[in-house]
């Protein structure tokens, strides 16, 4: 009786998974750049899956996709949440580009995978070759984490690995190379295609303000920068922009820019940082400290699609962050005032009520003319008890459930480890862990945690 319980759960944790899988399917067919429409009009079906918080994965993957398609592969090119197993048995081969966030996390679109196909024995992948690209940052405790693991459930399902699992360091451009040789092995082609990211170009500081100063925080600093040369370029509210000191090398910082093009700069949110023996961080330091007003930095805009509006625009908008995650949160609250959207409830938490309430004059216009009709600022240091924004969720689930009712997005900006897990605990206590993986299989639900 035990094991025919079980099979009954398992067969029923299958149906579910299905279910939702094809309800990602007609969501993403409708919005993805690159349809799931193979690629290419012939040879072996390739499948090119992908898991990517912040688009390094993604784009990547595109790159790849399209070099197998040139070749006239059969290239079909998804998500990791929209893997199956038919979808893997209808291949005979399948690349894997998988990042990995947080404390050793899966991305948002490689997380339902994770949750419910890799937790359990799986399917037999004996007749599938496999590669996996594992993409990381070593600077972080548990680098390429997620895509080890994901690599050890290949294995351990029979998959045959077409090479040992590369794993690439920020921007290594070494395994970049390694990737580009096997893809060009698979697509029979002797020329190693050209994926370079575009290059950094000087952009000057025109501005720089301290907002906290009193703060028992580390200081949070405003830039405003523009072109060394040439006119602004256009980006969309949710984009990031890498940043890259003259001492980070291969090592460029990612930040989320906080300003439209229509405010004719380009703003950034920066907190000085400090490394375990008291120095400033890299890029923290320099923008902070060491770039005077008038001088350039290298940046490069950096497209974030999980982060932008894209299906969302006319949806109600539930904006969460935390300390400078207001940053992204200031850019969608821009867009959605360019539009007249006025249906957005913002949750933002910080240290203190006086030094610490950045872009109050932004939140206080906005909430004076109505885009605001929702406001809850959380200042964990003002009381006994410590408040965080995911303590004034939880005080407001029943009108949070009433807003997703209405067709709401959630957009969760901030720290992943701390701030960003901890909301996605309390979404899922408050919806249920199947609803909130619904929201997310449908683009409503987004984080750019870092």
């Known amino acids: 009786m035990p094991d025919t319980v079980r099979l009954l759960t398992a067969w029923g944790a299958t149906l579910a998974y299905g279910g939702l899988c094809a ?20 040879g072996r079906p390739v499948l090119v899956a992908y898991a990517s918080q912040s688009g390094s994965a993604e784009a990547l993957a595109e790159h790849t996709a399209r070099s197998l398609g040139a070749a006239g592969l059969n290239t079909t090119l998804v998500p990791l949440n929209r893997v199956t197993p038919d979808l893997l048995a209808a291949h005979e081969q399948a690349l894997f580009l998988v990042s990995t966030c947080g404390e050793g996390d899966a991305p948002d679109n490689g997380a339902f995978f994770e949750r419910h196909c890799m937790a359990d024995a799986g399917p037999d992948l004996s007749r599938l070759h ?21 690599a050890a459930w290949l294995e351990a ?14 921007q290594d451009a070494n395994a970049l ?47 405003a920068l523009a072109p060394e040369h040439g006119p602004l370029p256009e980006w969309q509210a949710g984009d990031l922009v890498q940043v890259q000191p003259p001492e980070a090398g291969e090592h460029p ?31 923290s330091g320099h923008l902070c400290q060491d ?9 490069r805009l950096k497209p974030h699609a999980n982060f932008r509006l894209g299906d969302n625009a006319g949806r109600p908008l539930i904006l969460i962050g935390n300390g400078t995650g207001i940053a992204g949160l200031r850019a969608l609250l821009k867009a959605r005032e360019a539009r007249g959207d006025k249906r957005n409830w913002l949750i933002f938490g910080e240290r203190h009520a006086g030094p610490d309430r950045h872009y109050r004059e932004d939140l206080a216009r906005w909430r004076n003319n109505g885009l605001l009709p929702r406001l809850d600022l959380v200042f964990s240091r003002e009381q006994a008890a410590k408040d965080y924004v995911q303590h004034r969720l939880a005080q407001r689930g029943d009108v949070l459930q009433d807003w997703i009712d209405e067709g709401a997005a959630v957009y969760v900006c901030g720290s992943a480890a701390t701030m960003g897990a901890a909301v996605d605990e309390t979404l899922a206590q408050l919806l249920g862990r199947e609803t909130l993986d619904r929201l997310l299989a449908e683009g409503r639900y987004r984080r750019d945690v870092y």
């Open 23 to 42: 309800a990602v399917y007609l969501r993403h067919r409708r919005r993805q750049r690159i349809a799931v429409a193979p690629l290419g009009d012939g």
């Open 130 to 150: 496999v590669g996996v690209l594992a993409l990381g940052d070593r600077e972080y405790a548990h680098f390429c984490a997620f895509g080890r693991r994901l």
């Open 157 to 170: 399902r029979g998959a045959v690995p077409l090479f040992a699992p590369l794993e690439m360091d920020n």
């Open 177 to 223: 190379a390694a990737w580009q040789q096997q893809v060009a092995h698979i697509a029979g082609s002797g020329e190693t295609p050209d994926w370079r990211a575009p290059a950094f170009t000087p952009w000057r500081l025109l501005e720089r303000r301290h907002l906290n100063p009193g703060s028992s925080g580390a200081p949070v600093f405003h830039l």
């Open 253 to 283: 910082r990612d930040y989320s820019i906080a300003s439209l093009p229509a405010d004719g700069a380009l703003h950034l949110l920066v907190r000085l940082q400090a490394r375990p023996d008291g120095t400033p961080g890299l890029a």
């Open 291 to 299: 770039l005077e007003v008038g001088r350039s930095v290298a940046l």
